[in-house]
């Protein structure tokens, strides 16, 4: 079975990049209206640039902040899946250590995740005889 890696959000980010920047440049002019103009006839156009600024900035965040969010779940899902194949393999019992020999990810992400499926439920964690954090997957080890 394939693990598909994470997606990349290329275009995604570009546009709420976009988004911020033209937002700030709105905002930017409102502010240096405000402070340089001296004429009554400004109130139309701070709130046309505020008008303008607010809604693509906050869409520009709110999809940055998606992008982001995607991102972690589909990184963390990733992880599990290499997991869960390498603890198949072994009969339920893994360390991060040998998880993160095997694939492509650092032992700290290797431990969060584990850590993270103890939480969930998914395995229990012991110490080996060598002083190894073991994490046991029951529903691959007969054992147990």
Do not use: H
Request: charged content about 15%; glycine content about 4%; hydrophobic content about 40%.
């Amino acid at each position: 079975m394939e693990i598909e890696k994470p997606k990349k959000y290329t275009l995604l980010y570009l546009v709420s990049f976009v988004l911020l920047f033209y937002g700030l440049v709105f905002l930017l002019v409102a502010f240096f209206t405000i402070i340089s103009s001296s004429t009554s006839n400004t109130s139309d156009m701070i709130s046309g640039t505020l008008l303008m600024s607010i809604p693509t900035l906050l869409s520009g965040s709110l999809i940055l902040y998606n992008i982001r969010k995607k991102r972690r779940e589909s990184t963390n899902k990733y992880i599990e899946n290499i997991i869960l194949n390498y603890a198949k393999k072994n009969n339920g019992i893994v360390t991060s250590l040998e998880i993160s020999m095997e694939s492509e990810i650092s032992n700290l992400q290797a431990t969060q995740a584990l850590d993270s499926m103890v939480i969930k439920g998914y395995c229990t964690n012991q110490v080996n005889e060598k002083g190894y954090v073991e994490y046991v997957f029951p529903v691959f080890n007969w054992q147990y």
